[in-house]
T-cell receptor, first 111, second 117 residues
Framework: SQQGEEDPQALSIQEGENATMNCSYK?????LQWYRQNSGRGLVHLIL?????REKHSGRLRVTLDTSKKSSSLLITASRAADTASYFC???????????FGAGTRLTVKP | NAGVTQTPKFRVLKTGQSMTLLCAQD?????MYWYRQDPGMGLRLIHY???????AKGEVPDGYNVSRLKKQNFLLGLESAAPSQTSVYFC????????????????FGDGTRLSIL
């Protein structure tokens, strides 16, 4: 079964708006990572947040982690058409050797 | 740098045929992984390797075998292809770090699209 579950499954916004995607997971984690996947391409790592961190920034990206709620959110500010892609969260649980990916959020940014 | 390169990019097989997917990385990474991605689902780990000559099972290993004879290469084999193995296969690699391989960002190839008829 998948560790992470993204919400919403699909999101459509206008260029310049902010996009927020959420991820929930089931067990305790060492860290949580967010990836982007453009159509027909492989995943690209965006940001990693460790279990003892609550917030992390990278350019227009802001990631939060709430371990008490077993959830994370990815905020993309001032979105651009080039941000159109699928976004996945992935987490690794202590004692497990595999990182589990969610089903992803499909983001469409309209120019 | 090419990063992670997967060959072939596309392949169509008949049920029962065998084939090998090749993954090569030029980043001197210790860890390598094979995933499959199906519509509406995230990536599921098939097998992984933490170093040359070592492999381990992931979440969905049945029907697949792997080999890591050289550090830069990770091969995924389908011994007798089945329609259920129709998928997009991704290879990834990552560097070592504290806390185990899952703590490190993974670098992905662009995938192999495999159809089994």
């Amino acid at each position: 079964s998948q560790q992470g579950e993204e919400d919403p499954q699909a999101l459509s916004i206008q260029e310049g708006e902010n996009a927020t995607m959420n991820c929930s997971y089931k067990t305790s984690i060492n860290n949580l990572q967010w990836y982007r996947q453009n159509s027909g391409r492989g995943l690209v790592h965006l940001i990693l947040i460790r279990s003892n961190e609550r917030e992390k920034h990278s350019g227009r990206l802001r990631v939060t982690l709430d371990t008490s709620k077993k959830s994370s959110s990815l905020l993309i500010t001032a979105s651009r058409a080039a941000d159109t892609a699928s976004y996945f969260c992935a987490s690794g649980a202590p004692g497990n050797n595999d990182m589990r990916f969610g089903a992803g959020t499909r983001l469409t940014v309209k120019p | 740098n090419a990063g992670v390169t997967q060959t072939p990019k596309f392949r169509v097989l008949k049920t029962g045929q065998s084939m090998t997917l090749l993954c090569a990385q030029d980043m001197n990474h210790e860890y390598m992984y094979w995933y499959r991605q199906d519509p509406g689902m995230g990536l599921r780990l098939i097998h992984y390797s933490v170093g040359e000559g070592t492999t381990a099972k992931g979440e969905v290993p049945d029907g697949y075998n792997v080999s890591r004879l050289k550090k830069q290469n990770f091969l995924l084999g389908l011994e007798s292809a089945a329609p259920s193995q129709t998928s997009v296969y991704f290879c990834a690699s990552s560097s070592t770090g504290t806390g185990g391989f899952r703590n490190q960002p993974q670098h992905f190839g662009d995938g192999t699209r495999l159809s089994i008829l």
